[in-house]
């Protein structure tokens, strides 16, 4: 008889040559959003990063454009920023979830998510729900991994 197979394992957290975990580190993108409701655009442990649901503002301008597409196409800059500060890529990204506030709307980001998630292919969701301001049309929060 044949010893049973393993089964899935919990993650261990990243080591330091020293043994000791790798510290949780916190990066900001300097919204104000961040202060005001007490998060962090991105939070690394470890391999893993975990980026906060991020819209299509242009940081540093605080400006946002009307069309949903163009607002994706700023959510991938600001997360990709994000990801770049974290020692990742959105290659890197192993789930996707995207919230609109007009189901219909989504269609129309498809070439958006092509351009950058295409050969990456996460597992993904869509919600459609309310946004915090009104001028929102999307917004995207990833996970992402480090690969060793």
């Known amino acids: 008889m044949s010893a049973p197979k393993a089964g899935p394992r919990a993650a261990r957290p990243a080591r330091r040559a020293s043994g000791a975990p790798a510290p949780r580190r916190l990066i900001s993108s300097g919204s104000p959003y961040e202060a005001q409701f007490a998060y962090s655009r991105a939070v690394v442990d470890g391999d893993w990063i975990f ?23 700023q959510c991938f800059a600001n997360i990709g920023a994000v990801l770049r500060e974290a ?3 959105l ?58």
């Open 51 to 73: 980026v906060a649901g991020t819209t299509g503002f242009d940081y540093a301008t605080m400006t946002i454009a009307d069309d949903i597409a163009a607002q994706a196409e």
């Open 87 to 89: 020692g990742a890529t």
């Open 91 to 148: 290659a890197d990204v192993v789930r996707v979830r995207y919230i609109v506030p007009q189901a219909a709307d989504f269609a129309h980001c498809a070439p958006v998510l092509q351009r950058h998630l295409g050969s990456v292919r996460p597992a993904a969701t869509m919600i459609s729900a309310a946004l915090l301001d009104a001028r929102m049309r999307i917004e995207i929060e990833v996970t992402a991994r480090r690969r060793s």
